[in-house]
């Protein structure tokens, strides 16, 4: 006799079957402020997050806050005002569908908590630069496509921004024959692919003696605006 036994289900039976690791909440109506928290280190600014910060708030009403841990001193004036102005109606929470909250800490990685029920916090400036890019936009449905994004990323914080100058090297190469096949790095359309290298070769300094297929990817960049609060931080 078998310690229990599983009935067998009849009739028609449908089941929602989930199709993602957890389901983000809408973000359309205001009244209902998600907020999202990011601890970083002044010492190791994330420009990646600033980048997509500028873009959440072309697609939401964002409210965006900067503030200083204790465990930090001397934070520059252009970190403080990095997330850019203090909103006019920033009194009035219900106005706004994102809260976007900055604070400097000495932490020895970017750290990110969502106001999702029973959602584990978020480490790594790659990781949560995905987090964020989905509330922008799907990624790839096609999983040969969403690999290539997500090797761009790992190689742009791994071996462009922390790897030595022979590794640097090896990038900028590989992203110039990538770029030799297609205008943006994941092919014919603008991805977090190309908001990470960007600003992993804006971060190193290098971006004045990259090969020509990279010189006019920034270009291409550049022409977009979306960069404008890295470049300005690192001014």
Same mark, same amino acid.
């Given at each position: 006799?078998?310690?229990?036994?599983?009935?067998?289900?009849?009739?028609?039976?449908?089941?929602?079957?989930?199709?993602?690791?957890?389901?983000?909440?809408?973000?359309?109506?205001?009244?209902?402020?998600?907020?999202?928290?990011?601890?970083?280190?002044?010492?190791?600014?994330?420009?990646?997050?600033?980048?997509?910060?500028?873009? @959440?708030?072309?697609?939401?009403?964002?409210?965006?806050?900067?503030?200083?841990?204790?465990?930090?001193?001397?934070?520059?004036?252009?970190?403080?005002?990095?997330?850019?102005?203090?909103?006019?109606?920033?009194?009035?929470?219900?106005?706004?569908?994102?809260?976007?909250?900055?604070?400097?800490?000495?932490?020895?990685?970017?750290?990110?908590?969502?106001?999702?029920?029973?959602?584990?916090?978020?480490?790594?400036?790659?990781?949560?630069?995905?987090?964020?890019?989905?509330?922008?936009?799907?990624?790839?449905?096609?999983?040969?496509?969403?690999?290539?994004?997500?090797?761009?990323?790992?190689?742009?914080?791994?071996?462009?921004?922390?790897?030595?100058?022979?590794?640097?090297?090896?990038?900028?190469?590989?992203?110039?024959?990538?770029?030799?096949?297609?205008?943006?790095?994941?092919?014919?359309?603008?991805?977090?692919?190309?908001?990470?290298?960007?600003?992993?070769?804006?971060?190193?300094?290098?971006?004045?003696?990259?090969?020509?297929?990279?010189?006019?990817?920034?270009?291409?960049?550049?022409? @977009?605006?979306?960069?404008?609060?890295?470049?300005? @931080?690192?001014?």
């Amino acid at each position: 006799m078998p310690m229990y036994q599983v009935k067998p289900v009849s009739g028609d039976m449908e089941v929602d079957l989930p199709t993602c690791m957890y389901k983000l909440p809408s973000f359309h109506d205001l009244g209902a402020l998600r907020d999202i928290v990011i601890n970083a280190n002044p010492a190791q600014p994330p420009l990646t997050l600033l980048v997509l910060h500028s873009l @959440l708030c072309q697609r939401y009403r964002v409210l965006s806050t900067v503030h200083v841990h204790s465990s930090v001193t001397d934070v520059p004036p252009q970190l403080l005002s990095c997330l850019g102005p203090r909103h006019a109606d920033s009194y009035a929470r219900h106005m706004f569908q994102l809260g976007f909250t900055l604070i400097w800490k000495d932490v020895p990685k970017v750290q990110m908590k969502f106001s999702v029920q029973n959602m584990c916090p978020i480490e790594g400036e790659a990781n949560v630069a995905r987090f964020l890019f989905k509330l922008l936009a799907p990624y790839p449905s096609d999983p040969a496509a969403a690999t290539l994004v997500d090797s761009w990323l790992d190689t742009a914080f791994f071996q462009l921004a922390e790897g030595s100058a022979k590794e640097r090297a090896a990038v900028l190469r590989a992203l110039n024959s990538a770029l030799g096949r297609n205008p943006w790095l994941s092919g014919p359309e603008f991805s977090l692919a190309d908001v990470a290298c960007y600003c992993c070769v804006l971060q190193t300094g290098s971006a004045a003696s990259t090969p020509a297929n990279v010189q006019r990817w920034i270009k291409s960049c550049d022409n @977009l605006g979306h960069f404008g609060p890295a470049k300005r @931080l690192l001014q």
